[in-house]
């Protein structure tokens, strides 16, 4: 192939093959819409370079450039593409919106993990910021540990944020750590008394509590009746204790809540405390199967 031969490849090519820069931009969007789709991110983010160089401030063109950028595991793109974001003065808050909502459109949620991540990392100013987000993920993939970490994170801060609180609350119960949710909700009603979720919590933790106890007492006062010299009434101080602590704090908390929204499961509730007394179950024929029962339970 002689000189003029490649030179009139070359013509044709530029006739017939606009280059990007004067390609329409409506079909560069598409095209680069088109690589998305069909994962070939590596042909996407060089679109989306062309098309930011035309309108820098279109917010979608960066959520879908990170997206790409963290696809191909290119922290150093993700950044670039974040930071130009800020440069042209558009809101963290919409991006990582964005991203949110992008990544799980196709299925990648970590994707959105992995950006905040690399934020709260790069641009330590940013931390709040990624860190509430970063609850709010954590929170809907029920990830007690890590909604735990931020959390605290968030608090060390803002120690009286109720929102954090709740979340911590919320973890540490779904964690199994009862007791310790428990002194959260407590500190929740030190900031705020009437606050419904938190009396709520605290009245049924104490009447599972109490009602435990009671019938812990009741168990052992059934196990020892035919062999214990044990007189009646040391049992029935030990349940006129629980009454007055653990079911007298139940009382108190689902009072408290039906006060500020009553509904039939608060009434039942109080129905059922008040009608608990310090006697002890009976020895005739009702011992064994009632021994079996609080054993079953």
């Not at 093959?17 to 042909?43: I, S």
């Not at 049992?235 to 108190?252: C, G, S």
Request: glycine share 6%; hydrophobic share 45%.
């Amino acid at each position: 192939m002689d000189k003029r031969q490649i030179i009139g490849i070359i013509l044709a090519c530029a006739i017939f093959l606009p280059a990007l820069g004067v390609m329409p931009y409506r079909t560069v969007l598409r095209k680069a819409d088109d690589h998305f789709v069909n994962a070939e991110w590596r042909d996407a983010l060089a679109l989306y370079d062309t098309l930011l160089e035309r309108r820098p401030g279109r917010m979608k063109t960066y959520v879908d450039a990170v997206v790409a950028s963290a696809m191909l595991g290119d922290s150093t793109a993700i950044m670039r593409y974040v930071v130009g974001s800020e440069m042209q003065g558009l809101s963290l808050d919409s991006l990582f919106s964005g991203i949110d909502v992008l990544s799980r459109s196709i299925g990648q949620t970590g994707v959105y993990e992995q950006v905040l991540l690399l934020v709260k990392s790069e641009q330590p100013w940013f931390t709040r910021v990624a860190n509430n987000y970063l609850l709010g993920y954590y929170e809907f993939r029920r990830d007690a540990e890590h909604t735990l970490a931020i959390a605290d994170e968030l608090l060390a801060v803002m120690p009286r944020q109720m929102s954090y609180l709740k979340s911590k609350a919320n973890a540490l119960l779904l964690a199994g750590q009862n007791d310790s949710a428990a002194v959260v909700q407590q500190s929740i009603l030190q900031i705020d008394s009437l606050d419904f979720d938190a009396n709520l919590f605290l009245g049924s933790y104490y009447a599972v509590k109490g009602q435990e106890r009671l019938d812990s007492i009741d168990e052992r006062y059934l196990e020892t009746l035919a062999q214990s010299t044990r007189p009646a009434t040391l049992y029935r101080e030990e349940k006129r204790e629980v009454l007055a602590t653990d079911i007298a704090r139940a009382r108190h908390y689902f009072t408290v809540a039906a006060g500020i929204h009553s509904n039939r499961y608060l009434s039942d509730q109080l129905a059922r405390l008040e009608a608990l007394t310090d006697e002890l179950p009976q020895s005739g024929g009702t011992a064994i199967p009632l021994l079996k029962r609080l054993k079953q339970e």
